[in-house]
């Protein structure tokens, strides 16, 4: 059974940073590209962020490219968002996923989910 699992997240003010965690488990050899989403309340959920399988290939959307950073620690199952310089916009439930597809933030490609994280970023 796959599963994926969020933490990292809480209340930061403006210009803060955060680093989120998503542990993966019970992914075939299929599952090789690992993505971030946030979805704001009213919103649709959007593309974050995506690492490739041996961490070579990564994309970041517009809104959080020079802030936002993608890793993996494959010996831990874990994929990180260190996220710096954090603005109230980025505020929103941020979603690990993970896809069989290649290298990008397409939703429906996605067909693993966590739970979500809470990010707050506020004053």
């Known amino acids: 059974q796959a599963q994926l699992v969020e933490s990292g997240g809480g209340l930061v003010q403006p210009g803060g940073s955060l680093t989120l965690s998503c542990v993966a488990s019970g992914l075939t050899s299929d599952y090789y590209v690992i993505g971030w989403f946030r979805q704001a309340p009213g919103k649709e959920r959007e593309g974050v962020s995506c690492?490739?399988?041996?961490?070579?290939?990564?994309y970041y959307a517009g809104s959080v490219k020079g802030r936002f950073t993608i890793s993996r620690d494959d010996a831990k199952n874990t994929v990180y968002l260190q996220m710096n310089n954090l603005k109230p916009e980025d505020t929103a439930v941020y979603y690990c996923?993970?896809?069989?597809?290649?290298?990008?933030?397409?939703?429906?490609?996605?067909?693993?989910w966590g739970q979500g994280t809470q990010v707050t970023v506020s004053s």
């Open positions: 996923g993970a896809t069989r597809y290649g290298l990008g933030l397409t939703l429906w490609q996605y067909d693993h």
């Open positions: 690492i490739s399988s041996d961490g070579g290939g990564t």
